[in-house]
């Protein structure tokens, strides 16, 4: 079945750089790849998603970029704010195949200093 | 927060005992999901449901059982099989399964077995 790994597993940054979150899947026929951001105490929210068959996609400060023949993905935050601290996570799916379930990543718990 | 509501946020059991976590949603939404969150492992699948009086085991659904008998209404129980039931739990709902549609989440129930 599919494998998710999300690297790193925690992240600082100072505000206004940039931050850079990956992850890697294991199944090729993999289509759908959402991240969710969840502040503490609160419920997972989409932020930005990406199907296989577009190779980036962009929403303001939010980025993602899709690798197929590589098999991973990575969410790139830009000009990080204080607010931006939570955890992120990864998922992929197969949407229409055997696989249709998100399966998700660790997490990566993102700290941005002020 | 509205639209997927979970009850209750706190929950308190002895060993032993069943113990039935509340989801419900008004998007009218065919899929429903149930995730454990467990500190560094990301959320994992325990079951869901398509349809209604239609569900899967997902990942670890070893433990816990559910039903769908009204479209709006997902519970779980946590039986006294499950080895270790303390931990964060998150439904879910989508539109459909069949298509990429994002995950709503609701804000979870937090279990601790005394």
């Known amino acids: 079945g599919e494998n998710v790994e999300q690297h790193p597993s925690t992240l600082s940054v100072q505000e206004g750089d940039s931050a850079v979150i990956k992850c890697t899947y294991s199944?090729?026929?993999?289509?759908?790849f959402p991240w969710y951001k969840q502040e503490l105490g609160k419920r997972p929210q989409l932020i930005i998603d990406i199907r296989s068959n577009v190779g980036e996609k962009k929403d303001q400060r939010i980025a993602v970029t899709l690798n197929k023949t590589a098999k991973h993905f990575s969410l790139h935050i830009t000009e990080t704010q204080p607010e931006d601290s939570a955890v992120y996570f990864c998922?992929?799916?197969?949407?229409?195949?055997?696989?249709?379930?998100?399966?998700f990543g660790k997490g990566t718990k993102l700290s941005v200093k002020p | 927060d509205g639209g997927i509501t979970q009850s209750p946020k706190y929950l308190f059991r002895k060993e032993g005992q069943n113990v039935t976590l509340s989801c419900e949603q008004n998007?009218?939404?065919?899929?429903m999901y149930w995730y454990r969150q467990d500190p560094g492992q990301g959320l994992r699948l325990i079951y869901y449901?398509?349809?209604?009086?239609?569900?899967q085991k997902g990942d670890i659904a070893e433990g816990y059982s559910v039903s769908r008998e009204k479209k709006e209404s997902f519970p779980l129980t946590v039986t006294s099989a499950q080895k270790n039931p303390t931990a964060f739990y998150l439904c879910a709902s989508s539109a459909t399964s069949g298509e990429m549609d994002e995950q709503f989440f609701g804000p979870g129930t937090r279990l601790t077995v005394l």
């Open positions: 449901s398509q349809i209604v009086n239609d569900f």
């Open positions: 998007l009218n939404h065919d899929a």
């Open positions: 998922a992929a799916s197969n949407y229409g195949g055997s696989q249709g379930n998100l399966i």
């Open positions: 199944d090729s026929a993999s289509n759908y």
